[in-house]
């Protein structure tokens, strides 16, 4: 998230800007293009009903625009101080359930994933209710998140979380703290009961050290010895998850999954498109990570026209389209505080800088320095100015550029840059490797050269 001021329902901003604060229905936060507020379903279900009354809720009190985070929440934007209160109310009215409190997360298709090795969501049900039932109750970061990963295709691996537990084929869970599968430190395997008893000894732990501790602040060392665990050395595990978008056919499951273009889409292209897979059979959602959903319960025979129609909507419905690969933020046409139209320069750089979008990077174009789309660093990020961009490379919206672009040049600028990477790459070499490969000063070059 940005940096937001949480906002109390019955008077004026809470006067904080720090991070680490969730804007959840009771606490909207304060971005540049208004209020915005995030919705955790439980364990990612949605029906098609009630994701169309968001929608529709969404549009009525914010400003259109839907977003699937990377972690697979729904988000709001551009509500105001009068018309939170009033979207809040409207969907705590429709009694879905929704998580809240402490982030448990699961598999977006659990206890579907034919190639999953246990359905998660019980273990989580089951911490969630340990949590709720702790005395004295935890005090925990607003952002601390746990993964139950019961594994399969698409698994929680490549998600962060302060806490993670991973099903074994033995029926252990293993437990590793603050990273993804392939960063987080594993400090126990455990069956599943002393697997929640773990967490719980570690979210106790966490609720001492105060409310900013996150799973990164625990020492692993010593809680593998509290636990008793050896490393058995299998390090480098592979953690590839496909992305959402496309067809999904496999051992007797079918589901279309579909990603938002730029991570947003209208909610009224969102409504007409959910009703339309109603009428071909879908009858669940599921949001997945990487600003996406999936759709269960559409006859396979009928993916094909379910697909079509959300191409025809603006859905990614290609894992390799190069929207896929660019986020960005409402920019002009949503935000007062965009300097530039974010999206109308998106669309122009997918077709000027192909080579740039092969899907080894992510490319942030942001109407301010703020970076609301992608808080978190990117290879390369642009950033909107009063007379053109900043480009910085391996930092996020703020961070420190290494040129600036005059906003007639930008798209020349880019496109030359991925020329260079299209000259310059090795075989089999992607675009994120060659641009590290190459460096700052290379790239620094690539884009002044168009000042020439
Ligand atoms: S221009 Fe974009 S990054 Fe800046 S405040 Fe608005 S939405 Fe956020």
């Not at 293009?33 to 009190?61: N, Y």
């Not at 109750?137 to 139950?148: D, G, R």
């Not at 009928?302 to 191409?311: F, G, P, V």
Request: proline fraction near 7%; glycine fraction near 8%; hydrophobic fraction near 45%.
């Amino acid at each position: 998230m940005t940096e937001c001021s949480p906002i109390d329902f019955n008077g004026a901003a809470i006067a904080s800007t720090r991070r680490g604060v969730c804007p959840a229905l009771d606490a909207p936060m304060q971005t540049g293009d208004g209020l915005l507020v995030r919705l955790r379903p439980l364990d990612s279900r949605l029906t098609p009903a009630a994701f169309v009354t968001i929608a529709e809720t969404a549009a009525r009190h914010g400003n259109g625009l839907m977003e699937v985070t990377a972690r697979g929440n729904l988000q709001v934007r551009g509500l105001t101080p009068a018309s939170a209160p009033l979207f809040s109310a409207e969907i705590l009215a429709m009694d879905m359930p929704l998580a809240t409190g402490l982030a448990i997360e699961t598999p977006p298709l659990a206890g579907l994933d034919p190639e999953e090795i246990i359905d998660a969501r019980p273990l989580a049900d089951v911490l969630r209710a340990r949590v709720v039932l702790e005395e004295p109750a935890l005090s925990l970061a607003a952002k601390l998140s746990i993964t139950v990963d019961g594994g399969g295709r698409f698994s929680l691996k490549n998600v962060s979380a302060d806490i993670r537990l991973t099903a074994l084929p033995d029926n252990t869970w293993q437990i590793a703290l603050a990273g993804d599968d392939h960063t987080a430190k594993p400090v126990a395997r455990l069956p599943a009961d002393a697997a929640v008893d773990a967490v719980m000894a570690l979210l106790r732990a966490l609720s001492a050290m105060g409310r900013r501790a996150r799973g990164r602040d625990l020492d692993a060392g010593e809680w593998r010895s509290r636990f008793g665990f050896e490393e058995n050395g299998q390090g480098g595990r592979e953690h590839s998850v496909p992305s959402p978008a496309g067809l999904h056919l496999w051992d007797g499951f079918s589901a279309l999954g579909l990603a938002l273009p730029f991570c947003q889409i209208e909610a009224a292209a969102l409504i007409a498109f959910i009703r339309e897979t109603e009428a071909l059979g879908c009858h669940e959602i599921r949001l997945a990570p990487d600003h996406g959903f999936f759709l269960i319960g559409i006859a396979p025979a009928q993916l094909a026209a379910a697909r079509d129609a959300a191409a025809a909507r603006g859905f990614v419905v290609d894992p390799q389209e190069p929207a896929n690969h660019i986020a960005l933020c409402a920019g002009a046409r949503g935000c007062a505080s965009a300097f530039f139209d974010t999206h109308a320069l998106a669309r122009t750089l997918i077709a000027a800088a192909p080579a740039l979008l092969d899907g080894s990077l992510t490319l942030h174009v942001s109407g301010c320095p703020k970076g609301c789309a992608h808080p978190a660093p990117t290879p390369l990020t642009l950033t909107a100015a009063p007379t053109g961009y900043a480009l910085v490379v391996n930092g996020s919206a703020s961070g420190s550029p290494e040129a600036y672009i005059a906003a007639k040049d930008v798209t020349h600028a880019i496109a030359r840059l991925a020329a260079l990477v299209g000259t310059a790459r090795r075989a089999g070499e992607t675009a994120a490797g060659c641009l590290q490969r190459l460096g700052r000063d290379a790239i620094r070059e690539a884009v002044r050269q168009d000042r020439e």
